[in-house]
């Protein structure tokens, strides 16, 4: 009797030292850079209403352009319960779009290759890539991951010499999980998420 009492406690013991651990994002924080951009030589200057400037190209259909923010956990890339330090995918919207229409050219193709015989350099026009239905094109690549070690995190623009005059507003989102479990466990539970946020304006000119 006395043996049975004393399994009873200690398994009444170990329940009690059960630790839950809870990640709810606490100190997360997504932001753009200064400049829309970490290289000095790329970066966008702004004005005196806060909005960035752009200057497209009126050449080229599209001009290409890479914005750079960070995602961080006070001030260090993240490490959560679930996935460690992995990278973290970051979801970016612009409100500009455009038609690429059935029939118009999507690029011209080139072909090189050297003359065995003369040893010259020789360029061939391919016939030009087509396109065959009507698509919407968005004017920012609509995901990407973060550096695991900085917290950097990029994207890229393309808008249209058409939309010049236009304001592009830029959002970046990180949906982080909520997630718990118990301490020394390797498993967890996803209890929920967490969504961050911030958003900038380029002035397209």
Not at 131 to 159: F, H, K, M
């Amino acid at each position: 009797m006395k043996k049975l009492i004393l399994i009873f406690f200690i398994c009444i013991s170990c329940s009690k030292d059960e630790v839950t651990l809870i990640d709810n994002g606490e100190g997360i924080a997504i932001k753009f850079v200064d400049g829309l951009n970490d290289d000095p030589a790329y970066q966008l200057s702004k004005d005196s209403n806060g909005f960035y400037n752009l200057t497209l190209d009126t050449i080229n259909n599209q001009t290409i352009q890479r914005i750079t923010g960070k995602l961080l956990r006070n001030g260090e890339p993240i490490e959560d319960l679930g996935s460690g330090s992995q990278p973290k995918k970051v979801y970016w919207e612009s409100n500009l779009y455009w038609w690429l229409m059935q029939g118009d050219i999507v690029a011209n193709v080139t072909m090189t290759y050297i003359n065995l015989i003369t040893g010259e350099l020789i360029y061939t026009n391919l016939p030009p890539l087509v396109n065959w239905r009507d698509v919407l094109v968005s004017t920012i690549n609509e995901s990407s991951y973060s550096n695991q070690e900085t917290g950097v995190v990029n994207t890229v623009i393309a808008p249209i010499k058409e939309m010049i005059g236009d304001t592009m507003k830029i959002k970046m989102t990180y949906i982080h999980s909520i997630t718990q479990k118990e301490e020394g466990s390797n498993s967890f539970d996803i209890i929920g998420e967490r969504v961050f946020q911030d958003s900038t304006y380029v002035i397209l000119k």
